[in-house]
C-alpha cells in the first residue's frame, strides 16, 4: 500500500517494468519522448508522453488492461495485489469492500486481471516427464458430487501437472471422451513423457500412443509402485480441492461462461506460488 500509495509511484514502476531502456512510441517505436503533464477532463493531472518523429501523444496505459478504464492505477495496483495473494480468489464483492468502488467496476476490473493472467499460456512450454492427469466436474448447485456421472448442470474440467516443476494447466472441456482428453494432452505435453492417470476408460488410448502410461485402480489404491516410481494423481487431486473450496467458498456460483476465467486465474496464482513478485508477473502481462 506504501510502495503503491501514488500514481506516480504506480506510473514509475510500470514505465520500469514496461520500458526498461526508457520510453518508446507505441507507433513508431522510436526512442526521442518527452513527458508533460496535462489537466485531464476530470480535473487531475494525467502524465503524457510525446514522440518527437511522430508526435503520438500517449499515456503509460496505452494497450494494457488499465486503458480506457477511469480508474486510477493505485485502485489497479491494490486490485492486483488482493488477487495475486488471495489463495482461494477473491470475490468481486470483496473486492468491492476492499476498494471502495461499484460492484460493477470491481467485477471488471477482476476480469481484465484475468484476462491478462490468461496471456502467460503463450510462453509455456509442453509439459514432460512425469505427468498426471485427472478431470472432475465443476458448477451447479448439488455439492460434493464428485466423479464421473452424468450431470447437465456441471461443467467438465481436466487437469494436468507436471511432476518436477509442479506447475498446472486446466481447461473446461465439452466432455470426458477420449477424443477431448487426448486432444488436451497432445496439445499441452510432449511425447515420450510419462502419463499418470487413474483407469479411467478414456485414458486407454495412452497405452499404445506416443505416451508412457502408469494407472492407479483408485477403488484399491492411491498409490501403485513400478519399482521406485510413485503412480498417483494426488497432484491433481489437491488442486481440485483447492478449486473446489475457491468456488463454493468465494465465487459460490460460477456459470459455465466464466468458469474458463476463473480457472486462469487459479492456474496462475498456483503456477506463481514461489515466484518473489507475483504482482510484477501480472503487470508485466497487462501490456
Ligand atoms: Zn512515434
Redesign the pocket.
Known sequence: MNKFATEERCIAHLEKLRWPDGPR??????DRISKFEAAGKTGKNRYLYE??????QYSITVGTIFHDSHMSLTRWFVAIYLICSAKKGISAKELQRQLSVTYKTAWYMAHRIRVAMQEDKDFCQKFSGIVESDETYVGGKQKGLRGRAVSTNKVPVVAIKERTSGKIRMKVLSDVSSTSLSDFIRENVAPGSKMHTDEFKSYLWLDTSEFAHGAVNHSQQYVRYEGDEAIHTNGCENVWSLLKRGIVGVFHKVSAKYLPLYLNEFEFRFNNRDEFNMMDQVLRLSF
Open positions: 512510441c507505441p507507433k513508431c517505436g522510436g514522440c518527437m518523429p511522430c508526435s503520438y
